[in-house]
């Protein structure tokens, strides 16, 4: 059993206020998930400025922002540790910094890629946790929370979600897949590269294969793997500019969607959105088995 809860603001002047929305959200989903915490924030110009990129790391050595600073003098290069994760960013393409961080520090599991976008993860209760991010002062447009109760694997940051591959892409997961060995195997007959063991990563991964290799969309791209993963599972999945939930055909697993103009949520409970602006005005629905629903900028 996990939470889920994300949002997509529609509205600029709602930019600012991403961070305590957010902060809120946590409280409505913890009692679905007290072990970890993980979190990826799209927008926030405080963390990751224009024309920055950045990276989230796990078991990054104690020196890893001195050893990135040597290969990238002039990239204006910092880092900060959040929980277990280790944030890079630098004005460097996202390409650039994660090929040297790969030579810098092999050691250090990559977790989150992007021009736009910071991913954390961590160990313990979701409310610290919340605290530890900073994620009250959080702006943006564009966030995603997943709380994590261990069922089948290690209570570590690894397995906390959200799960992020390629640049940008990030997706949180509350169920289980009963095919990804199946389909990890099949990827990686392609060409691509997993970092761990999870069933949730196999999914990331085959949703941005789809979309940088096949040419799909989001929307697409989700839709392929509802026909080809097997499982329970409620998905949100978020990009640089989508946001998106997808449901197994049996639709065991909770979730309900409120949209409305200034902004689109989910989350598997509805306290997590409950205190959001307008709430009583938003059209609220549980997304139908089977059904893919997209959102973009």
């Known amino acids: 059993m996990c939470g889920i809860a994300g949002i997509h603001l529609r509205n600029e002047s709602l930019f600012p206020q991403l961070g ?22 799209y927008g ?7 024309n920055y990129s950045s990276v989230s ?25 959040m929980a277990e994760t280790m944030y890079i960013r630098a004005k460097v393409a996202s390409k650039e910094l994660v090929k040297v961080i790969r030579e810098v520090a092999p050691e250090a599991r990559q977790i989150g890629t992007g021009d736009d976008m910071v991913v954390y993860k961590g160990v313990g209760s979701p409310l610290d946790l919340r605290e530890t991010y900073r994620l009250s002062d959080a702006t943006g447009w564009q966030g995603v929370i997943h709380t994590r109760l261990a069922t089948e694997s290690a209570v570590d940051a690894e397995g906390a979600h959200p799960y992020s591959v390629g640049t940008g892409l990030s997706l949180v997961h509350n169920g289980s897949f009963s095919n990804h060995s199946t389909i990890r195997r099949e990827l990686q007959d392609e060409g691509v590269e997993f970092n ?8 990331a991964q085959f949703i941005s294969y789809r979309m940088e290799e096949k040419g799909d969309d989001l929307d ?18 978020t990009t640089q500019d989508g946001f998106a939930v997808a449901r197994d055909e049996f639709a065991c697993k909770p979730a309900i969607v409120a949209e409305h103009p200034d902004w689109v949520a989910m989350a598997s409970e509805f ?13 609220i629905f549980e997304p139908e088995p089977g059904k893919v629903y997209t959102w973009n900028r």
């Open 20 to 41: 305590s929305i957010m902060h809120e959200m946590v409280e409505g989903i913890v009692v679905r998930g007290p072990d970890s915490a993980g979190v990826a924030l």
């Open 44 to 50: 926030d110009r405080d963390r990751l400025p224009e």
């Open 57 to 81: 790391m796990l078991g990054a050595p104690d020196d890893v922002v001195e050893r990135v600073r040597k290969k990238l003098p002039d990239a204006d290069v910092t880092g900060e540790q």
């Open 271 to 283: 306290q997590a959105i409950s205190h959001l602006p307008g709430i009583e005005d938003a059209e």
């Open 220 to 237: 697409t791209a989700l839709k392929a793997l509802s026909e080809t993963f097997d499982g329970f599972y409620t998905l949100l999945v």
């Open 196 to 203: 761990s063991m999870n069933d949730t990563e196999v999914a």
